[in-house]
């Protein structure tokens, strides 16, 4: 069974930075690919994006493209989302993902495990 534990979120000024992190357990992280989601009160839950494997490449949501950027750290089962530029309409539940394989995929249902998810809010 594979846990996903997020932290980081909070309250940040708009043009801000917040990180968050996530720590994996429960089978072997490099075989899966890591990726991030986040959904508003009244909307569906949305693609941020995602890391490889090994954690060379990365994958984005344009809508945050420039301004988030992803990391992974096999050693220490850590996937890591910087984010930068903050505004308002970034505000929402951060949730850690995780599928089996490669390849990339922003729909929600091909991620097959879900951390609890940690709380963003920009203020104006």
């Known amino acids: 069974q594979v846990q996903l534990v997020e932290s980081g979120g909070g309250l940040v000024q708009a043009g801000g930075s917040l990180r968050l992190s996530c720590e994996a357990s429960g089978r072997t992280f490099s075989r899966d690919t890591m990726g991030w989601f986040r959904q508003a009160p009244g909307k569906e839950r949305e693609f941020v994006g995602a890391?490889?494997?090994?954690?060379?490449?990365?994958y984005y949501a344009d809508s945050v493209k420039g301004r988030f950027t992803m990391s992974r750290d096999n050693a220490k089962n850590t996937v890591d989302l910087q984010m930068n530029s903050l505004k308002p309409e970034d505000s929402a539940v951060y949730y850690c993902?995780?599928?089996?394989?490669?390849?990339?995929?922003?729909?929600?249902?091909?991620?097959?495990?879900w951390g609890q998810g940690t709380q963003v809010t920009v203020s104006s």
């Open positions: 890391v490889s494997r090994g954690g060379l490449s990365t």
């Open positions: 993902v995780a599928r089996s394989g490669s390849g990339w995929t922003t729909g929600a249902h091909h991620y097959e495990h």
